[in-house]
């Protein structure tokens, strides 16, 4: 199974900083399927960024999607009231579709 | 607009069965994997099963397989999974997931509100 590890786990941050997240898999992600995801308490997942790079439909341009093989991250710029949330990247390269444990992006 | 509706949770006794529906609206159903994920109280996503948009593949996660079966009725537009041999840690709230593509190599770009399930004495 592809292990995916995200960090840092908590982010504490400011309205209209930049947010870095980033995640590590166990083992290459070819093809770059691998994708964010945002979620709010009590919703469901949102897509936001998918084969590493690319914005999901009404995405805004401040989320941007990078990295390939091992190595990805998600960065948030000019980050929004509504942007705090917990972040998830998940890879779909192999099954088991493995999700990370989520990054918490919260107003400091 | 898209819309996945899902149903059939509750709570259920260790051992017992429970069958989940998702009803999908606003896309052409059978051009698309559909998957289960389910979340745990407190905790991160977890990937259950898909099927592909014919139904004519599936999979499942280890932690799953052998006691849940994904199916899909194309002509009713909706997506099902059989739960059988309950336990505790089966407790979540289950969502299902619209695949971009029909095969299963996909990000879930459409997700259902959940619904949860509690095994409990």
């Known amino acids: 199974d592809i292990v995916l590890t995200q960090y840092p786990g908590t982010l504490s941050l400011s309205p209209g900083e930049r947010a870095t997240l980033s995640c590590r898999a166990s083992?290459?992600?070819?093809?770059?399927?691998l994708a964010w995801y945002q979620q709010k308490p009590g919703r469901a997942p949102r897509l936001l960024i998918y084969?590493?790079?690319s914005r999901a439909t009404g995405i805004p341009d401040r989320f941007s999607g990078s990295g390939s093989g091992t190595d990805f991250s998600l960065t948030i710029n000019r980050l929004e009231p509504e942007d705090f949330a917990v972040y998830y990247c998940q890879q779909y390269d192999s099954s088991p579709f493995t999700f990370g444990p989520g990054t918490k992006v919260h107003i400091k | 607009e898209v819309q996945l509706l899902e149903s059939g949770g509750g709570v259920i006794q260790p051992g017992g069965s429970l069958r989940l529906s998702c009803a999908a609206s606003?896309?052409?159903?059978?051009?698309?994997?559909m998957s289960w994920v389910r979340q745990a109280p407190g905790k991160g996503p977890e990937w259950v099963s898909v099927?592909?948009?014919?139904?004519?593949?599936?999979d499942y996660a280890d932690s799953v397989g052998g006691r849940f079966t994904i199916s899909r009725d194309n002509s009713q537009n909706t997506l099902y999974l059989q739960m059988n041999s309950l336990r505790a840690e089966d407790t979540a709230v289950y969502f299902c997931?619209?695949?971009?593509?029909?095969?299963?190599?996909?990000?879930?770009?459409?997700w259902g509100q959940g619904t949860l399930v509690t095994v409990s004495s």
């Open positions: 997931a619209k695949g971009a593509k029909s095969n299963y190599y996909n990000q879930f770009d459409y």
């Open positions: 084969g590493a790079s």
């Open positions: 083992q290459g992600v070819s093809s770059s399927y």
């Open positions: 099927i592909s948009g014919s139904g004519g593949g599936t």
């Open positions: 606003g896309f052409t159903f059978s051009s698309y994997a």
